[in-house]
């Protein structure tokens, strides 16, 4: 005959083999579904925080800059004003080129030819217009019309400059081409030009 299993027969070793094992079990479950996810939990909370704390530091550091990049930024604007006042309007462009005719009659050079046209640059409130001059003389009055041009470089960019000697003498006549770019403002409020008054810088 079989003997049925009865708890009234487990011995006291019995009960606590049992009672071991339930344990193990409990603890098992225990570090799998809330030990474990509970861990994980908490490095993603610590390395979020870290992030915020990195964040937060820089957040600190930028406003601590602030207003010295306020007065940098209030300098540059400042300086591009004061640049763009020094720039002529579209319609002074005739007083330059009027300013340059002189210049080379005053240096004695013969201007043969002034061509204008577009410079291909974008840039904001400024429009850059491009310009070619041929010009005829000695060594020494091409080289003073040279520096007259030189000396509008507040607005104006040379942008080549070829010379070609015609004959082996001492002070050879010179022919010469230049490139240049005037840039002019298109703004609404340039200020006080140094060219109001028609005066070459």
């Known amino acids: 005959m079989t003997s049925r299993f009865s708890l009234s027969r487990l011995k006291q070793r019995d009960w606590a083999i049992v009672l071991l094992v339930l344990s193990l079990i409990l603890a098992g479950l225990w570090w799998w579904l809330l030990y474990t996810p ?3 939990s908490i490095a993603d909370l610590e390395a979020e925080i870290d992030r915020l704390d990195v964040q937060i530091e820089r957040g600190e550091a930028a406003r601590r800059n602030l207003p010295a990049l306020r007065l940098a930024v209030a300098e540059l604007e400042a300086d591009r004003r004061e640049f763009l006042a020094q720039l002529p309007t579209e319609s002074q462009v005739s007083n330059v080129i009027d300013d340059l005719r002189l210049s080379a009659s005053d240096a004695d050079v013969v201007v043969n030819s002034l ?3 577009s ?5 904001q409130d400024v429009r850059p217009i491009g310009f070619s001059l041929a010009t005829t003389g000695t060594f020494g009055e091409t080289m003073a019309f040279l520096g007259t041009l030189e000396g509008l470089q507040r607005f104006t960019k040379i942008n080549q400059v070829s010379l070609s000697a015609s004959d082996p003498f001492d002070d050879p006549e010179l022919n010469a081409n230049y490139g240049f770019t005037v ?3 298109t703004g609404d409020d340039p200020g006080e030009s140094d060219l109001a008054a028609g005066g070459a810088p």
């Not at 410079?119 to 840039?123: F, V």
């Open 115 to 117: 061509g204008q046209g």
């Open 119 to 123: 410079a291909g640059e974008n840039i």
């Open 38 to 40: 509970t861990q994980e």
């Open 183 to 185: 840039y002019v403002f």
